[in-house]
DNA sequence: GCTGAGCGA
């Protein structure tokens, strides 16, 4: 959000710039306001490219999948490209000690409620770089939009 | 630099 606002006021600056050379009949402040309107004008018409704040994260019911037995050499990218094959993936995180920085092997997958089942179903005891996967639902912490009631 | 069961600051 900020950072667009950024964005737009440097290309607003540098717009006025450019105007200001090409007609140097237009007085600064009306080259900077006619530069504003171009910028208003193009982040108005493509809104699929500027307006997403955040990442496409999944909204809805989401589960904690709990994944052991994880390879140390391991990145988040890749379980989360993993387990995105079977739903979409909020968050990714694997569990290393804070003050060593050492993997402890596990981690934590946030999904969606349906993915996470057909995560938990296809990727326990999955051969993932020669290591088995062991794929359970999280203990604490169950679902952030499906509250116990 | 290492290890192998583990539920997270």
């Not at 290309?11 to 710039?17: F, K, L, N, S, Y």
Request: aromatic share 8%.
């Amino acid at each position: 959000m900020q950072k667009s606002l950024l964005i737009a006021l440097i290309v607003t600056v540098i717009g006025a710039v450019v105007i200001h050379q090409f007609g140097s009949a237009l007085p600064a402040y009306a080259a900077f306001i006619l530069g504003a309107v171009i910028v208003a004008t193009v982040l108005s018409i493509m809104p699929n490219s500027a307006s997403p704040s955040s990442d496409a994260k999944y909204v809805g019911p989401t589960k904690t999948l709990y994944v052991g037995n994880l390879p140390y050499r391991v990145h988040e990218n890749e379980v989360k490209e993993l387990f995105a094959k079977y739903g979409p993936v909020n968050s990714v995180r694997l569990v290393r000690d804070r003050k060593t920085g050492r993997r402890k092997g596990f981690g934590f997958v946030e999904m969606s409620d349906t993915g996470a089942d057909k995560a938990l179903g296809k990727l326990n005891d999955y051969s993932f770089q020669e290591r088995t996967l062991k794929v359970r639902e999280a203990r604490s912490q169950e679902s952030s939009s499906d509250r116990e009631q």
